[in-house]
């Protein structure tokens, strides 16, 4: 069974850093695809980024060079670094993994952790 565990979200001041992150476990596949969505209320799901075991990269085009994805293979974890955080930025965050790609329906998710940014 596959578990993903969120950890790190929290209440930040706009223009402040957080970083999530997201330990997998129970893949027969070692988690091809990692990286997180978000939700803000009211508006749909979108991709915020994207990273394969061989580290090729996707980003949404909202994220403009704030936020950082890395993973470590040994560790089954994925990271966000997110920087210069905008109160457009609260949403629920979401962790994904998937055989070949997050991007669009992936198979599965994590719970969510809440990213609050005030203005």
């Known amino acids: 069974q596959v578990q993903l565990v969120e950890s790190g979200g929290g209440l930040v001041q706009a223009g402040g850093s957080l970083e999530l992150s997201c330990k997998a476990s129970g893949s027969p596949f070692r988690f091809a695809a990692m990286g997180w969505h978000r939700q803000a209320p009211g508006k749909q799901r979108e991709l915020v980024a994207e ?8 980003y949404g085009d909202f994220v403009k060079g704030r936020f950082t994805i890395s993973r470590n293979n040994a560790k089954d974890t994925v990271y966000l670094q997110m920087n210069s955080l905008k109160p457009e930025d609260t949403a629920i965050y979401y962790c994904a ?6 991007a669009t329906n992936p198979d ?12």
């Not at 993994?97 to 997050?102: C, S």
């Not at 994590?110 to 005030?118: A, E, I, K, L």
């Open 108 to 119: 599965y998710w994590g719970q969510g952790t809440q990213v609050t940014v005030s203005s």
């Open 97 to 102: 993994t998937d055989p070949l790609t997050i």
């Open 51 to 58: 990273i394969d075991r061989n580290g090729r990269i996707d």
